[in-house]
């Protein structure tokens, strides 16, 4: 049987493969299952500092699995409890997690890319909301998420009207980090990994959680998070070794403790 979800551990970095082309790959429970069982084997692997999560050339994933759901009813959805439970695993990963994006990101992939800390596109990427033609909406967050990246006026032309931003529009609104021509996607989008995952791996936690505050807290409320994790970057002894490298001009040498 063909493996959905394929790993490699490269270095401090953990690359996640869904390998389901025949199916754009749509996302059906065992690929977010596997998506899911990969993060937890990385988040538990001290020697991994960063994740990256990738499909194929022609598709991210082209959303949810139509014919997996196109029969649900309420009840099933609800006690499954369909999205929440596997999907979201991404949203609660500590470690910094990259979709690499190449061709379409539609519906659930656009979602589970907006899941991730940080998109990098490649030219070939397209990005989309168009559950209004299913008759149906974003269920993965796309509604709450695609707003706070672009702004409602994109936000509401793509759910509402269903059609697709390319990487330049999307790097422009502010979807993406970075647009790379789709050749060196993966060389340039493991070469950041890996730089992320050199530094020390709890300041790197740290900065994320921080970031992650800025959407969630008032200015105030956020600053004051900041203040008080940045105080207890005191106690990390890559902050020593980091600061006192600065000063004696030479390498710091991080033990991620
Ligand atoms: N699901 C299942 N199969 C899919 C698929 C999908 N989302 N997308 C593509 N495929 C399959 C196609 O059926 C086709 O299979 P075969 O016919 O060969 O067996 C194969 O992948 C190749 O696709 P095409 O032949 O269509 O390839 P094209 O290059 O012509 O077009 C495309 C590529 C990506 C533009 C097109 O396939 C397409 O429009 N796909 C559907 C895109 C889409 O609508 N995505 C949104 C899916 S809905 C909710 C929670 C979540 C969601 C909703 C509610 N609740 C909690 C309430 C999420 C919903 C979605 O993501």
Redesign the pocket.
Known sequence: MTQLVLTETLGRVGLIRINRP???N?LNNDVVDGIAAAIDAFEADENIGCIVLTGNEK?FA??????FMKDFDYMH?YKTD??TRNWERLKTTRKPVIAAVAG?A????CEMAMMCDLIFAADSAKFGQ??I??G?????GGTQRLPRAVGKAKAMDLCLTARMMDAAEAEKAGLVARVIPAEQLMEETLKAAQTIAGYSLPVVMMIKESVNRAFESSLNEGLLFERRVFHAAFTVEDQKEGMAAFVEKRKPVFKHR
């Open positions: 025949e199916a754009m749509a598709a082209a959303g949810a699995d139509i014919g959805a369909f999205i379409f539609l519906g659930g992939g168009p559950e033609r299913l149906t909406l974003p269920g993965a």
